[in-house]
């Protein structure tokens, strides 16, 4: 194993520019979390209702009432804080961070005296403290607490929400763990063993850290202890629809060593293979970092959508079998895809391999961005490939699906979630070490850090998404050369590198970084992608895509929509022989680069009246088809939308 891990930036040293990301990332300020905040607080009309600070007033005595909402309805109020924090880092902002500083003294007020700090148990059922780590949530939702504290620390130097958090891991620590007396479960949710980790890297308690550790290794070992605890005294359950329980829904069902395949509910999934990533390399355990390459491998390459969602299934949210990838009736939580770019980001640091970054790309540009209105007040939970709105129908399999993005959701993990993701997307930007600076996503942004203890800073003017064209301007406080490794992305047809006007022929490509050498102070970097617009096809054993394909230009992925291309797009067939022209649009969907096309659509005028089934052949006849990309689908008038075309043979 590398003995050295490459290093995120923080977010303070790297400002965004860039108009296509500027317009999500300054929704955050100016929109989401207001936005959010009222939700909190119960003031949007026609939205699911959180209750969020109501219970934390309950729990505080501010207010007399009962809890409502589900299980892990805190956790609302810790991300929308952790997206706080992550916004303060890069923008301050004096009355924002005096709101935080009142919700998180609400929290602390919250807060039992032994330290544990949930509103539910608190509120509704004190004397079931622990009882029901399968369903109960309490983990995962001090994990989301501790998460937040550790970002509001970072953001702002002050400890008092990392004073809360902490008092409750001791907690935590005091009541699970090997020893005798203490309990022995582990999380039915994971999150807390993440969020642990990152707890351990601000305050260097080993205590932190080897309680992660625990709950890792402990996971699946004999008697599965969710099965056991349900035949307790004292168990209930809390939700009836997921009576005969899987393991494997859990990723409990074998020790974490022995697993070879993504299974079980994606979201938890993917939470737990960042702190098994962290774990192995703080831990230097070369056997759990092959369990993470495997893991990653079985799940990007045969579990994945072309979208960088996963997560196939609408019943329990949960991957199924290699190479099932239903377009219609998929699941592909907005979550499941930030836990993937959590733990490719981990993965990229720690091998040093720029094919993570790729996937995480993918992630970040469609399913994330999807997830959010252009507006900022709606938002999908379910990311579906194919959308006709008249099946969306419930009590029927595809009653997940939503033809509409939705202000809010009874179970909100994901717009927070969002919220959090795009406040924080400098830290994807960027990695370093003692020598080198590490260029993962071409974004426009002014960069400013040290390498090897000597200033750098670096201008960045990114034409990634049309031209392919980047321009970096590298300033340097010493007169000592640098090198930059710059990651050539996987869907280029051509990298090229100018430096000072002339090409750089000779550079050493290691892992999907080019390493370009000499850089001095003044030093402008040209780099030239060629990312045309083309068709994409699956593999062959991905049988809802077989005979189709789809468009994709860099990391951006194309769909139809019927406000551009009509109705029915199933009849739809495509000659993919043609090349595929594309133009930036400044007045459609804030500003977006489209695809043109030709395409032959079935003359439905032709089929009998009346008539279900017959032999009739129905010709097709010439049209005009115009795609978008698919994280903008949806902000116009509901209507039918397509990923995958029929390939005209």
């Known amino acids: 194993m590398e003995q050295k891990r490459l290093n ?47 219970n934390l007033k309950i729990a505080s005595g501010e207010l007399e009432g009962q809890f409502q909402g589900v299980v892990f309805q805190d956790t609302d109020a810790a991300k929308w804080l952790e997206a706080v924090a992550y916004t303060l880092a890069v ?14 003294e609400l929290i602390g007020r919250a807060q039992h005296l032994d330290g544990y700090l949930n509103t539910y148990y608190s509120i509704k059922e004190p004397e ?40 409750f891991a001791d907690l935590i620590c005091e009541v699970f763990g090997p020893e005798e007396g203490k309990c022995h479960g582990y999380p039915g949710h994971q999150e807390i063993e993440l969020a642990l980790i990152r707890l351990y890297q601000v305050t260097d308690k ?33 939700f009836p629809e997921f009576a005969g329980y899987d393991p494997r829904y859990s990723q409990s069902h074998l020790p974490v060593r022995e697993q070879m395949t993504a299974e079980g509910h994606a979201v ?13 390399w703080y831990c230097q355990d070369e056997s759990l970092l092959r369990v993470c390459e495997n893991l990653w491998d079985n799940m990007v390459n045969r579990r994945m959508y072309i979208t960088g969602s996963i997560g196939s299934s609408g019943l329990l949210e949960r991957f199924t079998t290699d190479y099932d990838l239903p377009n219609d009736c998929n699941y592909s939580e907005t979550c499941a895809s930030i836990g993937l770019a959590l733990f490719g980001k981990r ?30 007040r709606s938002f999908f939970y379910v990311n579906p490939l194919e959308v006709w709105p008249d099946n969306c129908i419930e009590r029927t399999s595809k009653e997940h699906v939503k033809a509409v993005r939705q202000k809010w959701f009874g179970v909100a993990c994901c717009p927070p979630n969002i919220a ?105 970097l040209i780099i030239k992608c060629g990312i045309p617009a083309r068709f994409i096809r699956a593999n062959p054993e991905v049988r809802a895509d077989a005979g189709k394909v789809a468009i994709v230009k860099g990391p951006v992925v194309y769909c139809l929509e019927e406000i551009d291309n009509g109705s029915n797009l199933s009849n739809l067939f495509i000659n993919t022989d043609q090349p595929l022209e594309w133009k930036y649009e400044p007045d459609l969907l804030g500003g977006i680069i489209t695809v043109s096309l030709d395409g032959q659509r079935l003359d439905k005028s032709a089929w009998p009246k009346g008539r ?8 097709l006849k010439p049209v005009k088809l115009k795609a978008v990309p698919y994280s903008s689908w949806g902000n116009r008038m509901p209507g039918e939308m397509t990923v995958w075309m029929k390939e005209l043979f």
């Open 8 to 54: 995120g930036l923080p977010l303070c040293q790297v400002e965004i520019k860039d108009n296509f990301w500027n317009r999500y990332i300054k929704l955050v300020r100016e929109v989401i979390i207001p936005y959010q905040w009222d939700i909190l607080n119960d003031k949007i009309e026609d939205a699911e209702t959180s209750h969020c600070i109501k």
């Open 612 to 619: 279900l089934y017959c032999p009739a052949k129905l010709p």
């Open 268 to 280: 938890r999934a993917v939470y737990m293979y960042c702190a098994m990533a962290d774990l192995a």
């Open 128 to 167: 079931l403290r622990w009882t029901n780590l399968k369903e109960g949530h309490e983990l995962y939702t001090a994990g989301h607490m501790i998460e937040a504290a550790v970002a509001y620390y970072q953001a702002t130097g002050k400890s008092r929400f990392l004073d809360i958090v902490s008092a």
């Open 91 to 104: 923008h301050p902002d004096r009355e924002l961070e005096q709101l935080a500083d009142e919700v998180i």
């Open 347 to 376: 993965m990229a640091e720690i091998t040093k391999d720029a094919k993570y970054i790729d996937t995480v790309e993918a992630a970040l540009y469609n399913t994330l961005l999807a997830g959010i209105a252009l507006d900022g």
């Open 420 to 524: 959090r993701t795009l406040a924080s997307m400098g830290q994807y930007m960027y990695f370093s070490d003692n020598t080198n600076l590490y260029v993962n996503l071409y974004l426009s942004n002014h960069l400013t850090t040290k390498i090897g203890g000597a200033e750098i800073q670096l201008e960045m003017q990114s034409d990634l998404l049309d031209s392919g064209q980047v321009c970096c301007k590298i300033k340097l406080a010493e007169e000592k050369a640098v090198a930059i490794a710059l990651r050539v992305p996987q869907y280029t047809e051509s990298f090229r590198v100018e430096l000072n006007g002339r090409e750089v022929n000779e550079y050493q490509i290691v892992k999907g970084y080019a390493f370009i050498e000499g850089i001095t102070d003044g030093a402008e």
């Open 206 to 238: 080993e205590r932190y850290l080897q309680l992660a550790k625990y709950f890792i290794d402990i996971r699946g070992l004999g008697k599965n202890y969710f099965l056991q605890e349900a035949k307790g005294s004292d168990y209930r359950q809390l």
